[in-house]
Every structure is written in C-alpha cells, then in structure tokens.
C-alpha cells in the first residue's frame, strides 16, 4: 500500500527525473534506472488521487493560524489562512494538505 501521508515533498524529484529521461533510449543503461525508479514510485503515484477530505478539526487549527503542515505546527499570518481555506475549499481537500501546498507555494 502506497505511503498514508500526503506530502508535495514527495513528488519534488518527479519533474527532474521525466525531464533527465527525455534523451534516452530502450538500450541506454539510464533507461533500466528510470523503469526502476518509476516502478518504486507507482504507488505514490496512485495515492495522488488518494487524498483526505476536508477535516474539522484541522481547519480550526487553521483557522486559529496553527495548521499542521508536514508533521510540524506552524504559526500563519491572516492572509495564509485566507489562501489555505480557499485551497481547501476549492479542491475539496484536508486543510493541512492545503496549507503545505500553500506554504510549499509561498516564496
């Protein structure tokens, strides 16, 4: 079973890996790595659309500015909390899943 936790961190080397793989071969040693690498990464792939709904108790963390956000408590501005519960709104998503991906977002 793929990974219970939803994390943007997981996938960051996603985008790398396909735009390395773009030049080779079915005989390029490189290629046999990247079926590889893909393979391990099937059922983090698959859990993509495997997310938690929108969760209570997480959005009045949220709404207190103290999401939870990849294991760890942060403290948010107001406009942070506007962003989060928009994203979790919009996607229909756990708002500590909304909240990494607007902090993973912010620069």
């Given at each position: 079973m793929a990974n219970a936790t939803?994390?943007?961190?997981?996938?960051?080397?996603?985008?790398?890996?396909?735009?390395?793989?773009?030049?080779?071969?079915?005989?390029?040693?490189?290629?046999?790595?990247?079926?590889?690498q893909l393979e391990k990464l099937k059922p983090d792939m698959a859990a993509l659309f495997e997310y938690p709904g929108k969760n209570p108790q997480h959005r009045s963390?949220?709404?207190?500015?103290?999401?939870?956000?990849?294991?760890?408590?942060?403290?948010v501005s107001d406009d942070f909390i506007t962003e989060a519960k928009k994203l979790s709104d919009f996607l229909e998503i756990d708002e500590d899943?909304?909240?990494a991906l607007v902090h993973k977002a912010a620069p």
């Open positions: 939803w994390e943007p961190e997981r996938f960051a080397n996603l985008s790398k890996l396909l735009e390395e793989s773009l030049g080779l071969t079915d005989e390029s040693p490189a290629f046999e790595q990247l079926k590889k963390e949220l709404e207190k500015g103290t999401p939870t956000i990849n294991g760890e408590k942060f403290k899943i909304a909240s």
